[in-house]
Every structure is written in C-alpha cells, then in structure tokens.
C-alpha cells in the first residue's frame, strides 16, 4: 500500500489545528529566524500581542513576598478545580468595587487565560445531537475558529459596520438562528482596537432578548475580555453583564498585567444568568475534559493579590499616537484605536496577503493579513513593541507602500 493511501490514526480535525500554523504565529516565528541569522535591529516585528511593558511592580512584589513567606508545600499544591477561594473571593470583590455587583467567589472560574476560558465555555454550551452555532463579528480573534469548531459547533460571522468597525445590529439579528448559542463581543477589539459604545451594546441587548424570547432559548453573550483596562482618552469599557443579563465573561491577565505566559484569567458566571449553576458547572466540567486540573496555584495567588492593578497606557498610547500619525500621513487608511495595543490598516492595493508577503520579503515588515481574522483587505500591526521600534519603522512602512503599489506584476 502506498504511504499517502494509508488510513490515518489520529484525528484528522486535530491533525488540522496542529498542522495549519496561524499567520500570526507563522510571521513570529519568521521574525525570530530573521533576527537570529542578521540581528534584531534588522526586523521590524509587529505580528504578535506580546505586552511591551513589563509587568507592574505590584506584580513583581506578589510574586517576592509570596515566595518568600508562604510554605512552597502549600504556594504550589493544586488548589480546587475552579481555583483558590480565597483568589476567587477578592477578585469578585475587585469587580464588585468597579461595576456595582454582588458576585461571589462561586461565581467565578479561574483558567489558564482567556484561551482555556472561552474553549470552556464554547464546549459546554454546545449541546448534543443538535446544530450548534457561535456568531462572531469580523474582524475577529482567529482562534475562535479551533476553540469552537473543536467541540463540534460552527463559527459563523458578520461583518462590522465600515468605516469605524461599529457593531452590525442588522446583520446580527439576521444571523441569528435556532441553533445560535451565543454571540462572542470582543471590545476592545483585536485586530481592531475597536471599543464599543454601551449604546450600541444596549441596542444588541434588546436584539437579544427579543430573538431569546421568540426562539424559546437564551442567546448568551460570551465577553472576551482580555483587553478591557486597555483603554485610552480616559474611556471605560462598558460592563456587559449590567446591559445584558445572559453574559458570561471571558477575562485574562495576560495583557493587563503583563504575564501571557503565565497563563490566568477566569470565567464569570453570573448568578442572573438563566440555569446558571447549571451553566457554571458545565464549564468545569469542560474544563476537566479538557485536562485543565486548576489554573497554575502560584500565579493564582499573584492575581489574588493584584486585583486593582491597572496597567500603565502611558508607552502604549505613545506608541499608537505615532502610528497612527506617521501611517495616515503616509497614506494609509487606518482605524484609530480606541483600546488593545492594535492598529488596522486598509492593505494599499487591497490584497492584505500579497502586501503583507511583499513587506515582508522586501523589508524585514511582518504584519498580519487579515484573511483569518474573517475581514480580508486589512493587515494588523501590533504596536506593543519600543518606541524606538515605531520611530524608525515609518520610513520604511511609507517607502513599502510606495514601491508595491508602483511594481510591475
Ligand atoms: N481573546 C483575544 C481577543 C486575544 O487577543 C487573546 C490573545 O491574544 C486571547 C483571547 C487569548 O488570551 P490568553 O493569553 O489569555 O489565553
């Protein structure tokens, strides 16, 4: 038998996720290459949201004080499945300061980060022997395809409202169906930075009530929140669960306080939600399906300690003012960010795959197409990287556009 006509012995889906690298990820690695054979100065890397500002020192004094005074037996025991209580507890506290709630330490699941906590809740409010469908609005956060579609429901989309990327109320409504179990609002947004107002949240919520009411099932709101103290001009991101009573939060530290790799963040389960205990222990329940024992215990206890912690936006609005600036004086259309540390950019010429290959070969200029963020045409730059890093990139991103759109093809 010939090696290709052999049956697999693995999942193909699985084998698809672990195959099919992401653009992201692809020009990360790219970049990493680059820089090991010709040195970091010469790549200008904006494809990841790494956080470019070290953690607040907050952090740091967590991490010292509990290693120097708790028993490592105890610092690094596994906790309870949904995290340490005591955690659990001030961080309810934490939200119930900010937003007027009453949440408790059994409302709140901790997971490593968002990631684990959207894949979570995705599986368990996909149900058995029935369509299952996750509405997305585009531009959005590529990997919502695998941590749906990894448990059996389809990611369906609609686009947002251009020119400013606002929430497509119509096409949402029009989208909705008997098998929709609920609709992912990422605000502030990646790729997009792209914060929405509560007015146009309000007006989602009464579509989503109305369309709960008429199909005879709630339509949950799933908040991914990873970026909702990355804010500038002193907004604040709107509170989902006090607009909509069927959301369940997504949250993540990994960009608030700086520690992606450390790998924490929770679900909130809100007590007003429908069946929510039932709700809340699905999500454990997918949560140990999917191997997640607890979230790591040490981190959890840093998290505890930090929950009024805000990051500071002080290099991160600098660094978007400049690009902002620089690009649109270079022609570019962008979408002015209203949070995140992303900037979405009309690919000149149209074609985001064949400008962002053509920066990238041409120039050392990764930034990502956004064909798999479900919006193609633009390209994301992920301005978390130095200052110094932006200020010498704008000749570059100005004599790049230039020269592709006067090549001969
Ligand atoms: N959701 C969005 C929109 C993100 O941008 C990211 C990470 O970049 C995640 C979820 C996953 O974040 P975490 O590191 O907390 O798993």
């Known amino acids: 038998m010939n090696k290709d006509d052999m049956p697999g012995y693995c999942s193909e889906r699985a084998l698809g996720y672990g195959r099919q690298k992401s653009a992201i990820r692809e020009l990360f690695e790219y970049g990493k290459k680059i820089a090991s054979e010709q040195g970091s100065e010469q790549v200008f890397d904006f494809s990841i949201g790494n956080p470019s500002v070290p953690p607040p020192c907050q952090v740091e004094d967590a991490f010292r004080s509990l290693l120097d005074n708790e028993p490592p037996l105890v610092l690094h025991s596994y906790t309870s499945a949904p995290g340490d209580p005591r955690v659990r507890q001030a961080i309810a506290e934490g939200l119930n300061r900010n937003y007027g709630t009453s949440y408790q330490a059994n409302n709140l699941y901790l997971t490593c980060g968002a990631a684990a906590a959207l894949s979570s809740t995705f599986r368990a409010l996909t149900l058995a022997g029935t369509e299952n469908e996750i509405l997305a609005i585009a531009p959005y956060f590529p990997e919502y395809r695998c941590f749906v579609e990894g448990h059996g429901a389809t990611l369906t989309s609609v686009h947002s409202c251009l020119p400013n990327l606002s929430l497509p109320l119509e096409a949402i409504e029009s989208a909705i169906t008997s098998s929709t179990r609920a609709v992912i609002i990422n605000s502030p947004n990646n790729?997009?930075?792209?914060?929405?107002?509560?007015?146009?949240?309000?007006?989602?919520?009464?579509?989503?009530?109305?369309?709960?009411?008429?199909?005879?099932?709630?339509?949950?709101?799933?908040?991914?929140?990873?970026?909702?103290?990355?804010?500038?001009?002193?907004?604040?991101?709107?509170?989902?669960?006090?607009?909509?009573?069927?959301?369940?939060?997504?949250?993540?530290?990994?960009?608030?306080?700086?520690?992606?790799?450390?790998?924490?963040?929770?679900?909130?389960?809100?007590?007003?939600?429908?069946?929510?205990?039932?709700?809340?222990?699905?999500?454990?329940?997918?949560?140990?399906?999917?191997?997640?024992?607890?979230?790591?215990?040490?981190?959890?206890?840093?998290?505890?300690?930090?929950?009024?912690?805000?990051?500071?936006?002080?290099?991160?609005?600098?660094?978007?003012?400049?690009?902002?600036?620089?690009?649109?004086?270079?022609?570019?259309?962008?979408?002015?960010?209203?949070?995140?540390?992303?900037?979405?950019?009309?690919?000149?010429?149209?074609?985001?795959?064949?400008?962002?290959?053509?920066?990238?070969?041409?120039y050392n200029l990764l930034l990502v197409p956004s064909d798999s963020f479900g919006f193609p045409g633009y390209l994301r730059i992920s301005y978390c990287v130095s200052t110094e890093r932006i200020r010498s990139s704008l000749p570059l991103f100005e004599e790049c556009k230039r020269n592709y759109l006067n090549r001969s093809v």
């Not at 930075?193 to 309000?202: C, S």
């Not at 002193?234 to 607009?243: A, D, V």
């Not at 912690?309 to 690009?323: A, G």
């Open 191 to 362: 790729p997009s930075g792209k914060l929405y107002e509560r007015a146009e949240l309000q007006a989602l919520g009464a579509i989503l009530e109305n369309k709960s009411r008429e199909l005879g099932h709630p339509i949950f709101i799933v908040s991914d929140e990873p970026y909702r103290e990355l804010v500038y001009d002193g907004k604040r991101t709107p509170f989902i669960p006090s607009i909509y009573r069927n959301t369940i939060v997504c949250y993540s530290y990994s960009k608030a306080l700086s520690l992606p790799g450390e790998r924490i963040g929770y679900v909130l389960v809100p007590t007003e939600l429908d069946q929510w205990q039932d709700i809340y222990d699905a999500i454990a329940g997918a949560a140990r399906a999917l191997g997640y024992v607890c979230a790591p215990s040490l981190i959890q206890r840093v998290v505890g300690l930090c929950v009024d912690v805000k990051p500071d936006m002080t290099v991160y609005d600098l660094n978007r003012r400049l690009l902002y600036d620089g690009l649109t004086e270079a022609g570019y259309s962008c979408v002015k960010p209203q949070g995140a540390f992303y900037l979405f950019v009309e690919a000149p010429g149209g074609d985001a795959e064949a400008f962002s290959e053509f920066a990238k070969t041409r």
